[in-house]
T-cell receptor, first 114, second 111 residues
């Protein structure tokens, strides 16, 4: 069975630009969470979506937004990119939004902001 | 902030058991202990989780002390492919709380 997939694998943008990252969850999973991992740190929670609704938000500015589609795939959007947005962006899927549902991560999208 | 404390790094000889400790002295009765690992530049991989009983699966064993203030992840026969950063995470059993990662333990398996 296919795991969580993310696209693109790598991305290079310049400051001030906008970026869209995509995630397809494991088949049957209805919840998607997004995490940011900067170099040398553990992943940090950005958003959780379930059934197209936002169920949780981490401590990130409004430049970060996301949405979930009827097929449960998700997009993460970041506007007005800053150098500090350079990171590995991880998507995790789970059966549902509950803390009892194990999250499974995709390979990530490496974003470099120049 | 992460509610766990882990050593920064550990070494293990190939073929030997790797025992990774985690301290979670403020854990509540309603919190799981989760373990994930992250091989260089890949997404974190789920390993195992438990509440208060010891757990075992095809990847590892999780030993939780009786007072639940610490736990140990055991990889019974470490291979070079087990070289990774291992994260111990405490997570509420109710609601929809996200995973809160610390810096983890960098395990190096040496031939």
């Amino acid at each position: 069975d296919a795991g969580v997939t993310q696209s693109p694998t790598h991305l290079i943008k310049t400051r001030g630009q906008h970026v869209t990252l995509r995630c397809s969850p494991i088949s049957g999973h209805k919840s998607v969470s997004w995490y940011q991992q900067v170099l040398g740190q553990g992943p940090q929670f950005i958003f959780q979506y379930y059934e197209k609704e936002e169920r949780g938000r981490g401590n990130f500015p409004d430049r970060f937004s996301a949405r979930q589609f009827p097929n449960y795939s998700s997009e993460l959007n970041v506007n007005a990119l800053l150098l500090g947005d350079s990171a590995l962006y991880l998507c995790a899927s789970s059966l549902g939004p509950s803390s009892t549902d194990t999250q499974y991560f995709g390979p990530g999208t490496r974003l470099t902001v120049l | 902030d992460a509610k766990t404390t882990q050593p920064t790094s550990m070494d293990c000889a190939e073929g030997r058991a790797a025992n990774l400790p985690c301290n979670h002295s403020t854990i509540s009765g309603n919190e799981y202990v989760y373990w994930y690992r992250q091989i260089h530049s890949q997404g974190p991989q789920y390993i195992i989780h438990g509440l208060k009983n010891n757990e075992t699966n095809e990847m590892a064993s999780l030993i939780i002390t009786e007072d639940r203030k610490s736990s140990t992840l055991i990889l019974p026969h470490a291979t070079l492919r087990d070289t990774a950063v291992y994260y111990c995470i405490v997570r509420l059993r109710s609601g929809n709380t996200p995973l809160v990662f610390g810096k983890g333990t960098r395990l190096s398996v040496i031939a």
